[in-house]
């Protein structure tokens, strides 16, 4: 069995309050970790291969600001520093507030705001390559204007080379390392008080 990644982000420990915490709902416990084994450990990443696994993770945490950074830094050093280095590079000109985006018509358009549409410069575009290049600026939509997804966004995946398989594994892992990054940050505020 492969150890808990969110008890490893937290720093639980066996025995502990929040082990015993966890424990009260296992199912959740270990649904959350076979979908992080699923995405992230996959034998078969036919449509989207590890090393782009790893950096979509690594750039939607970082851009997250959280302190798991470091565990997936981690895991995308071993699989390519270089890459690893362009988006480190690259991550201070990404980094915003938000979330951005404009509702569709309506009355929840008072509540449009315009942010930064970012995208790849040449360096990290070269060492990611066109297709990473546009999977990572689609992950910048995601995590900052979530509201401006759309058929627009999905077709450059589609031209930069990704199957629709692949695009809706990239949109999981997004949305699983946004839940992650919730729960982590919750178990974390309980561990202090808890303290």
Do not use: C
């Amino acid at each position: 069995m492969t150890a808990d990644v969110i008890d490893q982000l937290v720093g639980i420990q066996p025995g502990d309050a929040l082990d015993t915490l966890r424990d009260q709902r296992p199912s959740a416990r270990a649904n959350a970790q076979a979908a992080f084994d699923a995405l992230l450990r996959s034998d078969e990443p036919t449509e989207v291969d590890q090393r782009a696994r790893l950096a979509v993770a690594y750039w939607t945490v970082a851009l997250s600001t959280s302190p798991a950074a470091a565990f997936y830094r981690d895991l995308l050093a071993a699989e390519d520093a270089a890459l690893l280095d362009a988006l480190e590079a690259a991550l201070p000109g990404a980094l915003t507030d938000g979330p951005y985006g404009d509702y569709p018509e309506g009355p929840l358009t008072v509540e449009n705001v315009d942010g930064l549409h970012w995208a790849p410069q040449a360096g990290l575009a070269s060492a990611a390559g066109p297709r990473l290049a546009a999977a990572l600026a689609h992950t910048h939509l995601l995590v900052y204007r979530p509201r401006d997804a759309s058929p627009d966004a999905l077709q450059h995946l589609l031209d930069a080379g990704w199957s629709t398989t692949g695009i809706v594994t990239l949109s999981q892992l997004v949305a699983f390392l946004s839940f992650q990054l919730r729960v982590v940050a919750g178990l974390t505020v309980l561990k202090g008080e808890l303290a």
